[in-house]
T-cell receptor, first 115, second 110 residues
């Protein structure tokens, strides 16, 4: 089945220790998104890639970076995790042509714990 | 800017009760509207969507109708089950971004 895969499902890191979360997709969608979701809150968009074009949200901290080496994979790097970065991180994809909208499909998420 | 308002939870119902979760939106243009469901510890699953006024989205017994005149997209189900217990998010999509409501937790008791 075509899908969005996130690894690992659970990640524990230490305060200040860089961490990378992974997302892959078999949907061949051209747009990939990263969201942060804290407990009992709605997901908050951090950034997205439209093809190879990176689009950062204005309020996303510099501590959060992303890479998309090819269509299928996208990575979220947290350079120096703080306790406030503990959250569920959700990857999503969609298939967009310019000036249209389409459905976003989400992966299962990675739960990040910062000790 | 765009925004979505949905009813506060938790909503607690008995099995086989009728469900309504209210959702209203503010947006420029003609957004697409979505309901996503999130089970504990999981990502978001698309439940249903509607892309233009008067469209009705439906899936797994859930329905929602895109009402442009009242800017609403209320979620309904005629008979809920314990397995429907989850958090439900209403969202709109304009251009590339999804704008979510705050989520409504549904608890269904046997």
């Amino acid at each position: 089945d075509a899908m969005v895969i996130q690894n690992p499902r659970y990640q524990v890191t230490q305060f200040g220790k860089p961490v990378t979360l992974s997302c892959s997709q078999t949907l061949n969608h051209n747009v990939m998104y990263w969201y942060q979701q804290k407990s009992s809150q709605a997901p908050k968009l951090l950034f997205h890639y439209y093809d190879k074009d990176f689009n950062n949200e204005a309020d996303t901290p510099d501590n959060f970076q992303s890479r998309r080496p090819n269509t299928s994979f996208c990575f979220l790097d947290i350079r120096s995790p703080g306790l406030g970065d503990a959250a569920m991180y959700l990857c999503a994809t969609s298939s967009l042509v310019r000036s249209s909208t389409d459905t976003q499909y989400f992966g299962p998420g990675t739960r990040l714990t910062v000790l | 800017g765009d925004s979505v308002t949905q009813m506060e939870g938790p909503v607690t119902l008995s099995e086989e009760a009728f469900l309504t979760i209210n959702c209203t939106y503010t947006a420029t243009g003609y957004p697409s509207l979505f309901w996503y469901v999130q089970y504990p510890g999981e990502g978001l699953q698309l439940l249903l969507k509607a892309t233009k006024a008067d469209d009705k989205g439906s899936n797994k017994g859930f329905e929602a109708t895109y009402r442009k005149e009242t800017t609403s997209f209320h979620l309904e189900k005629g008979s809920v089950q314990v397995s429907d217990s989850a958090v439900y998010f209403c969202a709109l999509s304009a251009r590339r971004a999804l704008t979510f409501g705050s989520g409504t937790r549904l608890q269904v008791q046997p």
